[in-house]
């Protein structure tokens, strides 16, 4: 088209916006003929190093898409108290901190040089 985004923006209204932010959610979730070849592909290869080749569907292969909308719809998993911190304390000895602080000493928390 050859415009910029403050012309697209300036011409397209909201709706407008809305229908093709759907388009192309719906496009992106759409199996082409060059999705079904690369499937065919790889359930070839996974019938030569599977032990029972009959076992492997091409179904297997396919690519399950998900829309952002979609993707926040789905609960977040929640850490335990514990779990955080045993996080937080790996973290801060693979960065070298000790409480919030440089380890000088440590190997990889190296100081600053002045």
């Not at 932010?21 to 759409?30: A, Q, Y």
């Not at 290869?45 to 032990?51: G, M, S």
């Not at 926040?72 to 850490?79: A, L, T, V």
């Not at 937080?88 to 040089?113: D, E, F, Y």
Request: glycine fraction near 4%; proline fraction near 5%.
């Amino acid at each position: 088209m050859g415009l910029t985004l403050a012309e697209t923006m300036k011409r397209l209204t909201y709706r407008e916006f809305l229908v093709r932010m759907k388009i192309k959610e719906l496009e992106e979730n759409t199996i082409t003929p060059d999705h079904w070849y690369l499937m065919q592909i790889a359930r070839e290869i996974a019938c030569v190093l599977h032990p029972d080749p009959k076992k492997v569907k091409l179904e297997d292969f396919k690519l399950k898409l998900v829309s952002p909308s979609e993707q926040s719809k789905k609960p977040k998993k929640k850490f335990s108290s514990e779990e955080i911190k045993s996080k937080v304390s790996m973290w801060s000895g693979l960065v070298g901190l000790i409480n919030g602080k440089r380890n000088r000493n440590s190997k990889t928390g190296h100081s600053p040089s002045r």
